[in-house]
């Protein structure tokens, strides 16, 4: 999850480290790495590459076991291969998880830079 902070905020921050010594393209820098560590960090823990992926680990794992059932098994679930429907089920879902993810990834939030002052140089 990415963390956002307000403009005054923003400015404050940018305010103490320019006191303390640092320039303007210092602090430019600084913001745009720890922007990009935190838009890194959200794509590596979208949700969807979770739960997709656990659906499609555990769909396989099932659609294994249904391959493989006897058929006493298969007539304890009233002659359905429940284990290889659910399986199925499971990898279409969790396939339709990582499509979507593939197909609409997070957006990046947009940083919103403090208006230049009318004494400050570019």
């Not at 720890?34 to 890194?40: G, N």
């Amino acid at each position: 999850m990415s963390e956002h902070f307000e403009p005054e905020e923003r400015a404050e921050a940018a305010e103490r480290l320019r006191r303390a010594g640092y320039s303007e393209a210092d602090v430019q820098r600084e913001v745009t790495e720890l922007e990009e560590k935190s838009a890194t960090a959200a794509r590596i823990f979208d949700l969807r590459r979770i739960i997709g992926g656990l659906f499609v680990l555990y769909g396989v794992i099932l659609t294994l076991t249904g391959l493989t059932d006897s058929d006493a098994e298969i007539d304890k679930a009233q002659g359905i291969n429940i284990n290889l429907w659910t399986g199925l089920g499971m990898l279409a879902l969790g396939l339709f998880f990582l499509v979507w993810l593939w197909l609409r990834p997070t957006a990046h939030p947009t940083p919103t830079l403090p208006a230049p002052e009318e004494g400050d140089q570019p």
